[in-house]
């Protein structure tokens, strides 16, 4: 085994424990704050299987050469909107009710229509020869952009405004959190295979697999120990889920 691969059987792991403890912690939440923890889990069980073909090499091809990892590309495309959905959970609260509904209904499809557009062209940066390929790496770095200033202006806003303080401080920890290990993803490009090889392949391996294991499990705990520690200090009432009860009572 090459030691890119320790790095992706790594990967495969982290997901896999990670995937145990959000079931677990799962079980800890009220029966009305569980999705929270089942769309962390959908994303670590997501990831674990992805880890599986990069770990067995299923979708790598050759090209230019470099090693192209279309199952990393797979995942972000499902995953990454998934992620935003769930920290969306938190900060647009009662999303059903009609307060806002359009609005909140556009910033929703914009935000996971801007991320998916952040894959595919980072995608297409991997693709492009070397002179375009830069042109693709800035069109997905201002996606990219524009989504984190949606997440800090618009959606903070909103979370304030329709959740109350403690829902917005809730998101904002989140946000705080998502925008500081995303960040990462842009620069490790940047220096790897794909863009200008300052680090070795296996360095580039390694660095995603700490950032996706960090991105997926440690987002989902962060989120599952957040709900639960506001609805300590809410107390919401039976059939309400802890957001809508922090929402209604602020
Ligand atoms: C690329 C390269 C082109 C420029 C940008 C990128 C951003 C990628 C991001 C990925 C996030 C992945 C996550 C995975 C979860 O496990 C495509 C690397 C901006 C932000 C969170």
């Known amino acids: 085994m090459?030691?890119?691969?320790?790095?992706?059987?790594f990967g495969l792991i982290g997901m896999l424990v990670g995937s145990f403890v959000i079931f677990v912690m799962t079980q800890l939440l009220r029966k009305e704050d569980q999705h929270h923890g089942y769309v962390a889990l959908s994303i670590t069980l997501i990831a674990a299987t992805a880890?599986?073909?990069?770990?067995?090499?299923?979708?790598?091809?050759?090209?230019?050469?470099?090693?192209?990892?279309?199952?990393?590309?797979?995942?972000?495309?499902i995953t990454t909107p998934l992620l935003l959905l769930g920290l969306l959970a938190v900060g647009l609260p009662t999303v059903l009710k009609l307060k806002n509904l359009n609005y909140r209904l556009g910033l929703i499809l914009a935000i996971l229509g801007l991320d998916i557009y952040m894959i595919l062209t980072g995608f297409l940066?991997?693709?492009?020869?070397?002179?375009?390929?830069?042109?693709w790496y800035a069109v997905s770095c201002g996606a990219f952009l524009a989504i984190t200033l949606l997440?800090?202006?618009?959606?903070?806003?909103?979370?304030?405004?329709?959740?109350?303080?403690k829902v917005a401080a809730l998101y904002m920890r989140l946000t705080y959190f998502l925008t500081v290990v995303w960040i990462f993803y842009p620069v490790v490009w940047f220096l790897g295979n794909d863009g200008t090889s300052t680090i070795s392949y296996t360095t580039e391996n390694a660095l995603y697999a700490i950032l996706d294991v960090t991105a997926k499990v440690g987002f989902g705990l962060l989120t599952i120990s957040g709900i639960l520690s506001l609805q300590r200090d809410i107390k919401p009432a039976s059939g309400e889920s802890t957001i809508d009860a922090a929402a209604s009572r602020q």
Do not use: I, M
């Open 151 to 165: 997440l800090f202006s618009e959606v903070r806003n909103l979370s304030l405004h329709n959740g109350g303080k």
């Open 125 to 135: 940066a991997v693709l492009a020869n070397s002179n375009n390929s830069y042109v």
């Open 2 to 9: 090459d030691s890119a691969n320790v790095w992706l059987w």
């Open 51 to 77: 880890y599986y073909a990069l770990a067995t090499h299923l979708g790598d091809f050759s090209f230019n050469g470099k090693t192209v990892q279309v199952a990393r590309y797979a995942d972000w495309v």
